[in-house]
């Protein structure tokens, strides 16, 4: 009766491939009408005057003078208002709400706001204003770069993503009795909650948060949802109906959040054979118009910046600045991609300015079991950025290839990445996550705030549980993420609901196997009575974090990755085609080795996309292509084959040795994708590689060392 | 307007330019035609009209009239049971499109002939590998491999 280690099929499985599933806009309440939000249309300025061109009769109107609490969107620093009341930070600041029960009724009404336009900052490199900054600081760099033979320098930049979900956010408001339901998509039901309460004014039992079955998130359902949540629960209360506040995809493309644009620069020191001295790297990340979640992302991204390598003289100073654009916010890998992305389109340049081998380079460099990273911390015992570079590059045949295909039309390149798993820093203890189990007739039911976004949180957790209990998985249930009945178990995001939340439910099964004492649940309830276990997060032993100092155990334990890239270009277009990618990542133990796979299937694709296709293009602020016809993703026909190989570490804090997974698969096709076009002689640096980069971009001379390096 | 719904005779009043999939979803209460986009790009809408796969968020229902329209409801097929199977569904919010789109396929499609079909059909959290593997065979498209890490 094992179940952890098994392919078992997702619990919802045949619900949503047979159209049966409910997600959000397949809700309908009695009297509910439908939501709409005025906003902005300039980036910067002052809000002078807003005239309702409409009738009113049979609307609810709502602008921020409802607001029975305060006007915030509360998350990490309260400085974003749920509605405007004056100033003007962003394009798409929401102004007013408008509620009605005809959809065209809605649509069809016209406000005009009346505002006086400020000088816009556009440029993260000219804003006055950073969000935060930091300082992660190891060894002494001026030693470092004394003991190289070689520097090499360079700039990196990546730029927005939209996460494109295909479900786009949604909300329904329910009122009554002086409180407020809310269901909807989204990643995180307590930040809702918290984020209600602060707006509405209302105690914490008066707000109710339910995650219907969401339709993807990528981390775009992390903290926007508090926003639209506190829209059409305001709209609720206002009007005493259910409102529905589904966005239509060109406003949640326009108007919510995006990975943060980057600009990285490194410097690094390297002897003649191959050891790397020293790295100077300066991350710099636009977070747009308030400050989300940008810290933590700059906090991941600079923990990140050095790539999976050992170096003993290392400086990385980070900023993530305010400009007059919609908030970056969460994506998958949060901050890490960006950096990454740098770190090992750098290392390939290294190994072209010492003429060494990129494998031989990154062996010889690579973070080993008991090395110590930039911030002081200790590897374990599973650290495994060696294995996963050799599987790869065998599976790939990476040197025949590349020795092939010099002078073709084909190119091959390849990344080392890695990826911490679960809360930075001290977040995990701050967080305080709870989990609980109770014992039903047949079996056991979970109750936890983690989400099912299609990731197989349900399904994954059902099988820990099973495993510790020796039952069949279809007596493990997963109650409903509602504030009103599970715990607080923190946020579903940083690869951390297996590794973490697994981890507690791990803890609650063994306690409630102690007390059955080999009675059946149904015997067990009858003699004693109703039984719920219920445990907190403690760290793991001998972890520590100083968030002052950025020094420590920056996570509990990493995630390791080698993506091999193989690529055409097209000689008439400048496409670049991703042909095969093969993905090797070490996440301790696979609980569900197909919904594993999945992960690194998907964030691949997602990484691919990202890489080569994927472009936010803004005018004055404001998203110019926000619409799926000229922000493209991938399709089945730009994906090409993913060969997924699983190593197995196991991390003796994880459930059954898992760590996390989700996330990481997103850093390494970037820069796998730059480097096999850098194989091709194309001197790339950013992303995505459209072909107008590509017929622009300089050429690699094989004989010349690449501009940027200063031979001393 | 009328036209055959999943096999039944349907009278639906609704003016005749909205848009089907509304008309599915409200109208009908058949909710398991999902709208992703709205502009005829993502597929989730996908649905069979005269047994080819349209989206039905470009279709107005005039287009319809005594037409027979098969949504994933009225829908008879394992290809459910094959994409759960392999991975092929993750959110899910897409599924129910990549299941009529692949309804037209015959028997054993090759990959190519998997991708080219759902090429109108975006997913954004399986990568297609799991739809792949699923309609075309894990012949075609071979599952992951999990093996131990050698620790040194």
Request: include cysteine; glycine fraction near 10%; charge should be positive.
């Amino acid at each position: 009766m094992r179940s952890v280690g098994r392919s078992v099929p997702r619990k919802e499985g045949l619900d949503k491939a047979r159209g049966r599933s409910r997600y959000v806009d397949d809700l309908r309440f009695p009297g509910m009408l439908f939501g709409r939000t005025i906003r902005t249309t300039l980036p910067a300025g002052e809000l002078l005057a807003v005239r309702l061109d409409f009738d009113t009769a049979g609307f609810t109107v709502v602008d921020h003078r409802d607001i029975p609490g305060r006007n915030v969107v509360a998350l990490i620093q309260d400085d974003q208002p749920c509605l405007v009341e004056r100033a003007i930070r962003h394009a798409e600041e929401p102004v007013l709400l408008l509620a009605h029960e005809d959809r065209e009724a809605l649509h069809a009404a016209t406000v005009r706001l009346e505002c006086r336009p400020a000088e816009p900052v556009l440029d993260p490199e000219r804003s006055p204003s950073a969000f935060k900054e930091l300082t992660i600081e190891k060894g002494d760099l001026a030693r470092g770069f004394a003991e190289a033979d070689l520097v090499v320098e360079g700039e990196y930049r990546t730029g927005r993503q939209e996460h494109v979900y295909i479900e786009p956010n949604g909300v329904i408001a329910v009122p009554g009795d002086g409180a407020v339901t809310v269901y909807g998509s989204l990643q995180c039901p307590y930040y809702v909650h918290k984020a209600l309460v602060a707006l509405l004014g209302l105690p914490h039992e008066k707000v109710r948060v339910v995650q219907t079955e969401t339709g993807g998130g990528f981390g775009g359902k992390e903290d926007y949802p508090s926003i639209i949540a506190g829209h059409a629960a305001l709209l609720a209360l206002k009007s005493g109906r259910p409102v529905k506040l589904v966005y239509d995809r060109l406003e949640d493309m326009a108007a919510t959040t995006k990975r943060h644009p980057s600009i990285v620069r490194h410097r690094t020191g390297v002897t003649r054979d191959g050891r790397i001295t020293a790295m100077e790297i300066d991350v710099l990340l636009d977070g747009g118009a308030y400050c989300t979640l940008s810290p933590v992302v700059l906090s991941r991204g600079c923990l990140h910046a050095t790539g999976p390598y050992r170096c003993e003289n290392v400086r990385v100073h980070g900023r993530v600045v305010m400009t007059n654009t919609p908030p970056s916010g969460a994506f998958r890998g949060f901050g890490a991609p960006q950096t990454v992305f740098a770190a090992e389109v750098q290392m390939d340049r290294v190994a072209e300015a010492t003429g060494l081998d990129p494998v031989r380079l990154r062996e010889s460099n690579a973070l080993r079991p008991g090395d110590t990273m930039a911030t002081g911390q200790r590897l374990g015992e599973d650290a495994s950025a060696l294995a996963v570079l050799r599987e790869a590059v065998l599976r790939s045949d990476f040197h025949r290839k590349r020795r092939a295909w010099r002078g073709t039309n084909r190119g091959i390149g390849l990344s080392l990445f890695f990826h911490g798993a679960g809360f930075t820093g001290s977040g995990e203890v701050m967080l305080a996550s709870r989990a609980a189990l109770e014992l039903r007739p047949r079996g056991a039911r979970i109750l936890v705030g983690s989400t099912e976004m299609g990731q197989g949180t349900r399904t994954t957790l059902a099988q820990i549980v099973a495993e510790v209990l020796s039952l069949p998985l279809d007596r493990v249930e997963v109650a409903d993420p509602d504030t009103a009945r599970v715990p607080d178990s923190g946020p579903t995001v940083a690869s951390r609901t297996c590794m973490v939340v697994g981890g507690l439910l791990k803890a609650c099964a063994e306690e409630m196997k102690e007390r059955l004492g080999g009675l059946s649940p149904a015997i067990y309830l009858k003699r004693h009575g109703p039984l719920t276990i219920t445990r907190e997060y403690a760290p793991p032993p001998g972890i520590g974090w100083d968030d002052a100092t950025y020094r420590g155990d920056a996570y509990a334990t990493y995630g390791w990755g080698c993506d091999v890239a193989e690529v055409e270009l097209d000689p008439v277009t400048y496409e670049v085609r991703p042909t095969r990618v093969t993905a090797v990542v070490e996440i301790g133990r696979a609980v569900n080795p197909l919904m594993a796979a999945g992960q690194v299937e998907g964030g691949t694709a997602q990484g691919l996309g990202y890489a080569l296709l994927e472009e936010v293009v803004l005018r004055e602020g404001r998203m110019a292509n926000a619409q799926l016809t000229n922000y493209l993703i991938p399709t089945t026909l730009d994906t090409p084959p993913v060969d997924v190989t699983i190593l197995e570490s196991p991390y003796r804090h994880g459930p059954f040795g898992a760590k996390g997974v989700g996330e990481m698969p997103m850093s390494g096709p970037g820069p796998a994708v730059a480097n096999a076009v850098r194989h091709l002689g194309k001197d790339v640096r950013s992303l995505p590689i459209t072909p107008e980069k590509v017929l622009e971009c300089a050429s690699l001379s094989t004989a010349d060392a690449p501009t940027s390096t200063h031979r001393r | 307007m009328r036209f055959s719904l999943n096999g039944r005779r349907t009278d639906v009043d609704a003016p005749p330019l909205k848009r089907l999939l509304d008309v599915l979803r409200e109208d009908c209460l058949l909710t398991g035609t999902k709208e992703g986009c709205g502009e005829g790009e993502c597929g989730a809408c996908t649905v069979l009209v005269d047994g080819v796969p349209v989206n039905s968020c470009l279709v107005p229902l005039a287009h319809v009239r005594g037409r027979r329209v098969t949504t994933i409801e009225g829908l008879r097929s394992r290809l459910p049971e094959a994409l759960v199977r392999e991975g092929g569904t993750q959110c899910g919010i897409c599924t129910p499109g990549v299941v009529m789109a692949a309804a037209t396929l015959g028997p054993r499609p090759t990959a190519a002939r998997v991708r080219e079909a759902l090429a109108g059909n975006l997913c954004r959290c399986t990568g297609y590998a799991g739809i792949v593997r699923a309609l075309a065979g894990a012949r075609a498209a071979p599952p992951p491999r999990v093996r131990r890490a050698r620790r040194r």
